[in-house]
């Protein structure tokens, strides 16, 4: 699979790579490699997958150590998106030992994240094989790793929901309650006025967790309504009501989903999945450094 990271994803990265080493360095350094190791003492060190999953963070290998201006030459084995078992190497990496071991925690720090990341993604999407729904992330990420984590969830197959507030109108239920106006119809039609006033094209998705509120969003024609927490039986019935009402609209199934049951969930015909999990939830994948010693 071959995943873009793109220049806003590298340049976020770059910025968190240098929070990372300020944590470990501040203005001191590694003081314990310092005191320990020869300044001349190089060597070859191979990142090695611990565990069976989908690899995330290679990319970021190479910022760790243009920061660092270590002298370290890299070879990616494994290129992100790809999955390995236990064994396989990902990367080899070969120079001055100071800088490796200076560079080791906050590379594996990265990896081992954004691979869980991808994994869990990749689980998802295996168990909706088959069928038209698509899997999809959300804004529940941790603080400056938005792009990150959507470059991760990309790796484990999956798609990605806006990126932020600014690129894609979603109406929940605090803004309805906060309206004062249980109306959904009213508040896609609201949003419909505000982009065509200013001339923009960006999609309107509405959230809803009855029938009633689907039928009376359905009516305004947004483009994704999502269905929230529904049950089966009701997103079957959720599907007959669409392609009644607004054929062109996508539904987006949300809320509480697991392994066990997203496969069910994506045979009523929806067309996306969207799960917080895949970013706040998920497992590191358990990768090292091996070293020749």
Known sequence: ???????????????????????????????????????????????????????SGGAIVPIVLEQLNAAVEVRI??????????????????????S?????????????HLSGVASRTAQFVREVNGTKAVILDTRKTFPGYRLLHKYAVRCGGGHNHRMGLFDGILIKDNHLAARGDRNVGSAVASARTFLASR????????????????????????????????????????????????????????????????????RTGVDRISIGGLTHSATALDLGFDWPW
């Open 1 to 55: 699979m071959v995943v873009v990271f793109d220049e806003a994803t590298r340049s976020s990265a770059q910025r968190l790579v240098g929070m990372a080493l300020d944590e470990d360095l501040r203005d001191v350094g590694d003081i314990t490699s310092l005191s320990t190791i020869a300044a001349d003492l190089s060597a070859s060190v191979n990142i090695v997958a611990r565990e069976s999953g989908v690899i």
């Open 77 to 98: 084995d494994v290129p992100d998106g790809d999955a390995v078992q236990p064994g396989t190497v990902i990367a080899s990496l070969s120079g001055n030992v100071r």
């Open 100 to 112: 490796l071991l200076t560079a080791e925690r906050t590379i594996l720090n990265f990896m081992i």
């Open 199 to 266: 001339g923009d094209s960006i999609p309107i998705e509405i959230e809803v967790d009855t029938l009633d509120q689907l039928r009376f969003a359905l009516v305004e024609h947004p483009e994704i309504v999502l269905l929230d927490n529904m049950s089966i039986q009701q997103l079957e019935e959720s599907i007959r009501l669409r392609d009644q009402l607004s054929a062109s609209t996508l539904l987006e199934a949300s809320g509480g989903i697991s392994l066990e049951t997203v496969g069910a969930i994506a």
